[in-house]
């Protein structure tokens, strides 16, 4: 095995973003949930039978880093928008409102989050319809909830052995400049993101896919990884044929990088050059890099080097999947924790 592959390796299983993505797991124990659910705990929303009888309805929560929000608290408020609106997409489902909890030390720094929020609000399309505000707190946080519905889902629960694996990523932006988040929305036609982001209810709707997922801040294989063990199954992923920067540290990319549109999709082979289309149409980098497969562990190539990644039937990781295997230490840190999502 090349020293590069195993490097990654071991920054998969070490760094900080499936560090946050196993505290899942400890929380998920807490509170007796999973994959087996009445309402599957995993997905990027809560998937809810809509009572009027017609698809879904889709909600979601995302809470910020307070160090993210104190730096960049323009981008930070703009953020609470956009992730959680790439979540209602990555669930097939189009966005309906937002509502925001937002602490800061007074009205000024309140106000740039605030600011923020509102510009990706219009440029999304999506009305911010009330929420709690606190503008006599210690620091700066911020968390938005969302609420979509969908006609047809997509689901981190569907993938199955044969799937090919599609990573999607919007390459035309950059890195902002104290984290990795990948910037290709803002400053962008309102038009165009909104457009790029129909694909996916588009997609599930034509039932030209039905497992998916949000590029999250564990990048693409710590999102990847949440996908496979959601649904059970394992993956071999060819690394050359990733779509990333070409300038990008393959690590970063890889490991840490949160795209403002970034997907991981698992595709019937007989779709995939149809779902290829629809987002190469649209100037979008979109690439088959692997397939899905019965084993339950991740296997990862480069350079024509192969190596184990991940094996979900020794070690969980979210918890969320089919007979999760035991957690590591992560369940000494309940008492830290809150209840998140995928």
Same mark, same amino acid.
């Given at each position: 095995?090349?020293?590069?592959?195993?490097? &990654?390796?071991?920054? &998969?299983?070490?760094?900080?973003?499936?560090?946050?993505?196993?505290?899942?797991?400890?929380?998920?124990?807490?509170?007796?949930?999973?994959?087996? /659910?009445?309402?599957a705990v995993g997905d990027d929303c809560a998937a809810i039978p809509d009572? /009027?009888?017609?698809?879904?309805?889709?909600?979601?929560?995302?809470?910020?880093?307070?160090?993210?929000?104190?730096?960049?608290?323009?981008?930070?408020?703009?953020?609470?928008?956009?992730?959680?609106?790439?979540?209602?997409?990555?669930?097939?489902?189009?966005?309906?409102?937002?509502?925001?909890? @937002?602490?800061?030390?007074?009205?000024?720094?309140?106000?740039?989050?605030?600011?923020?929020?509102?510009?990706?609000?219009?440029?999304?399309?999506?009305?911010? %319809?009330?929420?709690? /505000?606190?503008?006599?707190?210690?620091? $700066? #946080? +911020?968390?938005?909830?969302?609420?979509?519905?969908?006609?047809?889902?997509?689901?981190?629960?569907?993938?199955?052995?044969?799937?090919?694996?599609?990573s999607v990523v919007d390459l035309r932006g950059g890195y902002r400049q104290?984290?990795?988040?990948?910037?290709?929305?803002?400053?962008?036609?309102?038009?165009?993101?909104?457009?790029? &982001? $129909? @694909?996916?209810?588009?997609?599930? $709707?034509?039932?030209?896919?039905?497992?998916?997922?949000?590029?999250?801040?564990?990048?693409?294989?710590?999102?990847?990884?949440?996908? +496979?063990?959601?649904?059970?199954?394992?993956? $071999?992923?060819?690394?050359? #044929?990733?779509?990333?920067?070409?300038?990008?540290?393959?690590?970063?990319?890889?490991?840490?990088?949160?795209?403002?549109?970034?997907? %991981?999709?698992?595709?019937?082979?007989?779709?995939?050059?149809?779902?290829?289309?629809?987002? #190469?149409?649209?100037? +979008?980098?979109?690439?088959? @890099?692997?397939?899905?497969?019965?084993?339950?562990?991740?296997?990862?190539?480069?350079?024509?080097?192969?190596?184990?990644?991940?094996?979900?039937?020794?070690?969980?990781?979210?918890?969320?999947?089919?007979?999760?295997?035991?957690?590591?230490?992560?369940?000494?840190?309940?008492?830290? &924790?809150?209840?998140?999502?995928?």
């Amino acid at each position: 095995m090349s020293d590069s592959l195993d490097s &990654l390796i071991a920054e &998969l299983r070490d760094g900080r973003g499936v560090a946050h993505k196993r505290d899942i797991g400890a929380v998920v124990a807490a509170l007796g949930v999973g994959g087996d /659910s009445a309402i599957a705990v995993g997905d990027d929303c809560a998937a809810i039978p809509d009572p /009027s009888g017609s698809g879904w309805l889709l909600l979601a929560i995302e809470g910020f880093l307070s160090e993210f929000v104190e730096r960049e608290p323009v981008f930070a408020g703009w953020c609470g928008v956009m992730v959680n609106v790439s979540d209602i997409y990555a669930m097939g489902g189009r966005p309906i409102a937002v509502v925001d909890a @937002i602490w800061s030390r007074d009205a000024v720094r309140g106000g740039a989050i605030l600011e923020g929020m509102a510009a990706a609000a219009k440029v999304y399309g999506v009305p911010v %319809v009330g929420g709690h /505000s606190n503008a006599r707190a210690g620091n $700066e #946080q +911020l968390s938005v909830a969302i609420l979509g519905h969908a006609n047809a889902l997509l689901s981190s629960f569907e993938a199955k052995p044969g799937d090919v694996l599609i990573s999607v990523v919007d390459l035309r932006g950059g890195y902002r400049q104290h984290f990795s988040n990948w910037d290709a929305a803002s400053g962008s036609d309102p038009e165009r993101l909104r457009g790029d &982001l $129909e @694909i996916l209810p588009k997609l599930a $709707e034509d039932k030209l896919c039905c497992a998916a997922k949000d590029i999250s801040n564990a990048g693409l294989l710590g999102t990847l990884l949440m996908l +496979l063990e959601c649904s059970g199954v394992g993956a $071999e992923i060819d690394l050359d #044929q990733v779509p990333m920067p070409a300038d990008a540290d393959p690590a970063r990319w890889l490991l840490h990088t949160f795209p403002s549109y970034g997907f %991981v999709l698992a595709v019937r082979p007989s779709r995939v050059d149809e779902v290829l289309a629809r987002f #190469q149409a649209r100037d +979008l980098s979109a690439s088959a @890099i692997g397939r899905c497969t019965a084993s339950r562990q991740l296997h990862l190539s480069e350079d024509g080097d192969t190596a184990l990644a991940w094996d979900f039937n020794e070690e969980a990781l979210i918890g969320c999947g089919p007979d999760a295997a035991p957690h590591g230490p992560t369940e000494s840190l309940l008492s830290n &924790l809150a209840p998140t999502h995928a």
